[in-house]
């Protein structure tokens, strides 16, 4: 896929594969492992990285499929990753909590950060609103160290520090 310009998770792929032997079976009436033989692994890569493509030339958002990324000095963002080793001491090493507990954050900051522009928060952020400037200067004046959270070194040490490592297998 790297050798055409295209990046898919191994998950998207492997369950591309999947279906595609899946079909083949069903459809020839022939057992899954039988169904192999008539697995091109390269036209399946020339498939998917086209329709890749084309997925982003038709669309209107420029560089769909990218999240936005904040300032790397965003004070909420240092505070999300400042949680993560308090948050696997925790819940005892729990990665899934972890990533659930720091998706939500991230989410509700986006969310918070868009509403301004956001129609469909109109009337539902009460009278006290929702201002994102505000939230940021709320989050400075506590006075965090910022800067440091974004230090790769500091942070995975902060995850031992908690008793923690990640580690690639």
Not at 102 to 109: D, L, R, Y
Request: hydrophobic share 40%; proline share 5%.
């Amino acid at each position: 896929m790297a050798h055409r310009g295209v990046t898919l998770a191994p998950a998207t792929v492997e369950d591309t594969i999947e279906k595609n032997i899946s079909t083949v079976s069903e459809r020839l009436g022939i057992q899954t492992r039988s169904a192999w033989r008539y697995f091109d692994a390269a036209a399946l890569a020339d498939r998917l990285a086209q329709s890749q493509s084309s997925y982003e030339e038709s669309s209107s958002e420029k560089g769909v499929g990218q999240a936005p990324m904040p300032p790397i000095d965003n004070p909420e963002l240092a505070l999300v990753l400042a949680g993560v080793p308090d948050s696997l001491a925790q819940t005892g090493g729990d990665l899934y909590a972890v990533i659930i507990n720091v998706a939500v954050n991230a989410w509700m900051a986006g969310h918070i950060h868009g509403e301004d522009g956001c129609t469909g928060c109109d009337g539902s952020r009460g009278p006290a609103g929702h201002d994102w400037e505000a939230r940021m200067r709320t989050i400075t004046e506590l006075q965090p160290d910022i800067t440091k959270w974004f230090d790769r070194d500091v942070w995975t040490r902060a995850v031992n520090d908690a008793g923690y490592t990640v580690a690639r297998r």
